[in-house]
């Protein structure tokens, strides 16, 4: 610990300007990675003591992703991505009462309990959704850019998909419309190196994902996706390339997940030393508190007071869900169509 600690001082004073960021940013940051972190551990003890139903897949490890990316997204800007979803939600700032209880199946849920882990939805917060056919959301978020080009609104859509959705066909096809429109998308690939249990390099011809857009002229660059600001700063860097009408940009975010694909998955693909080797020198969370200390910017007391906050809203998120009725039967007959004006 003393070490990283040593490297953080240093990073903090080598630091290049784009990396650059005060107190209030970096907290938030951290506050906003330690939610998603503890809402997924207590979804993952919901989801054994039988409370969480279906596929439940959790974001633990991948946090600094969606909060950097967050971070530059503009009002309006949409998020659309897979079924590991809830950390995406949370970065946009859904409640996690709501989540929770869509994750539970109840009423009060973000979709009315009809959505659950994968499929939940919210225009207010621009987010269009998990998704749970793989690379759907691929087409769909190319659909919205398309929109946004469309309305001369100059307006971003940030493309989630893992790289297991790499390899699926109509990715490519999405790649070569929006690259052929120039339309304004980002393209972000959480690569974790494992897509449902495979590695990448027993999947993938071309293991180096941003390359997958070179045959269409599409840029892109592979990031650390364990470091929040490194994540902001190509963030920023992809969506005004988007914005300025140059086209999509590709992300390629290396990180890794800690838990198996879905709660189902005993992880058995790979060693338990593995993990532990990740939790102890790229946790995303670790680096950035061991910056946040070097910097004199907060303590071990005001970390704990953070955590402790943090904790507090994920047991009200957890008791609200449980004690959130299950939806009426008849609203198996709603949200089928919309009601257009005439």
């Given at each position: 610990m003393a070490r990283a600690r040593q490297a953080a001082k240093a990073e903090a004073s080598n630091e290049a300007p784009e990396r650059a960021a005060g107190k209030d940013e970096l907290l938030k940051y951290y506050r906003d990675m330690l939610l998603i972190r503890r809402f997924e551990e207590r979804a993952g003890q919901l989801y054994g003591m039988g409370l969480i139903g279906g596929f439940c897949h959790l974001y633990i490890g991948q946090e600094a992703i969606a909060v950097g990316v967050q971070a530059i997204k503009q009002d309006g800007d949409q998020v659309i991505t897979g079924y590991r979803d809830h950390g995406h939600m949370l970065a946009c700032g859904m409640d996690p009462r709501e989540v929770m209880a869509e994750l539970t199946g109840r009423a009060g849920g973000s979709s009315k309990g009809k959505g659950g882990?994968?499929?939940?939805?919210?225009t207010e917060a621009d987010f269009y959704g998990g998704h749970g056919i793989v690379g759907a959301q691929v087409s769909l978020g190319t659909g919205l850019a398309f929109a946004n080009r469309y309305r001369g609104n100059g307006k971003v859509t940030f493309v989630y998909f893992g790289d297991g959705a790499a390899n699926q066909g109509q990715v490519y096809e999405s790649f070569n419309m929006a690259e052929l429109w120039s339309l304004p998308a980002v393209y972000i690939i959480e690569n974790n190196q494992y897509a449902m249990g495979t590695a990448i390099q027993r999947s993938s011809a071309e293991t180096r994902l941003f390359r997958r857009g070179a045959s269409f002229r599409i840029p892109g660059e592979e990031v650390d996706g364990?470091?929040?600001l490194a994540v902001r700063d190509a963030a920023a860097k992809a969506a005004?390339?988007?914005?300025?009408?140059?086209?999509?940009?590709i992300l390629e975010m290396k990180t890794y997940r800690y838990r198996g694909h879905s709660?189902?998955?005993?992880?058995?693909y790979r060693t338990r030393e593995e993990v532990e080797e990740v939790r102890k020198t790229r946790d995303p969370i670790d680096h950035l508190r061991e910056l946040l200390e070097a910097r004199g910017f907060a303590d071990e007391a005001a970390l704990r007071e953070i955590?402790?906050?943090v904790k507090a809203i994920v047991a009200d998120a957890a008791e609200f869900a449980r004690t959130s009725p299950e939806p009426d039967p008849s609203e198996l007959y709603?949200?089928?169509y919309?009601?257009?004006a005439q």
């Open positions: 882990s994968m499929h939940m939805f919210s364990m470091d929040v005004e390339h988007a914005r300025s009408g140059e086209g999509p940009y709660m189902s998955d005993p992880a058995k955590d402790s906050e709603t949200d089928v919309v009601e257009a």
